[in-house]
């Protein structure tokens, strides 16, 4: 099973097996005198496919920072495979993130792109071209490996983001607006990627503007001023 030692914090067996759902308590998010989140509350299971849609502004950039780790909460609770992380590092929370400008390192290569995390984190060397071979097969930018980013196209870049991201085995991906800058055909490429992630025992939450983008999921958030709006299960 492709991800079963997902992460630093899941040690569980396969498919379907995994803990890796994702609670939100009550959490609120001040920016100094200004409250932009409102007291959500969230329980997505292990294995979701979850899309936040909101109209531009209403919370969903920050939600998906706060889940990841980027961004602190100001209170309420988050947790992950059932632990409170409030206090801990993304890089210990058993999540990647995508953005939508695919935020990858100008100065090196794909592979070294890739790479770079694995390296940093002192993993073997053998280990971090196993990894990143398995990865370039799934996003199917294995013949990119030498490229420079500005080298690719926006699609390709995208995917090179997505593996960049699976190389630490998460659980749980989120991806802001992964689809955002790319034409609506390589959008869809992107998100039939994540739909196959999920498949393969991944929990994701993507956000978008993008109603066709939106129609990949299995559970629509809908948020509207820092709060949920409406939940609708889609399949
Ligand atoms: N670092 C920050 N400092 C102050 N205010 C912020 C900061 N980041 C976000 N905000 C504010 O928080 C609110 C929510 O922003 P957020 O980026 O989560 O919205 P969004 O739903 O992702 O919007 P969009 O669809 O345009 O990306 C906005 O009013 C924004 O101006
Ligand atoms: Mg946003």
New binding site residues.
């Given amino acids: 099973m492709l991800w079963s030692m997902a992460g630093a914090t899941t040690q569980t067996a396969g498919r379907g097996t995994t803990v890796a759902g994702v609670s939100l308590h009550g959490v609120c998010?001040s920016?100094?005198e200004?409250a932009?989140?409102h007291g959500v509350d969230l329980e997505v299971a292990d294995h979701e496919f979850v899309v936040f849609v909101?109209?531009?502004?209403?919370?969903?950039?920050?939600?998906l920072?706060m889940i990841a780790g980027l961004?602190d909460i100001t209170s309420g609770k988050i947790a992950i495979d059932g632990r409170v992380v409030n206090e801990l590092d993304p890089k210990d929370r058993d999540v990647a993130m995508v953005f939508q400008d695919y935020a990858l390192y100008p100065h090196m290569t794909v592979f070294e792109n890739m790479a770079f995390s694995l390296r940093y984190r002192g993993v073997a060397k053998s280990e971090i071209h196993r990894r990143v071979d398995h990865a370039a097969r799934i996003l199917d930018i294995d013949l990119l490996a030498a490229r420079m980013p500005r080298q690719l196209s926006g699609g390709q870049r995208q995917r090179v983001a997505i593996a960049r991201a699976l190389v630490n085995r998460p659980s749980i991906i989120l991806a802001?607006?992964p689809t955002g800058n790319l034409d609506s055909k390589t959008g869809n490429e992107i998100m039939a990627l994540l739909d196959k992630l999920h498949a393969q025992g991944n929990t994701i939450f993507v956000?978008t503007?993008e109603h066709d983008i939106a129609l990949h999921a299995w559970r629509v958030v809908h948020?509207r001023d820092?709060k949920v709006e409406r939940d609708e299960q889609i399949r």
């Avoid at 909101?54 to 939600?63: A, I, Q, V």
């Fill in positions: 998010k920016y100094g200004v932009v989140v909101g109209p531009s502004g209403c919370g969903k950039s920050t939600l920072r961004e802001d607006e956000v503007h948020i820092g």
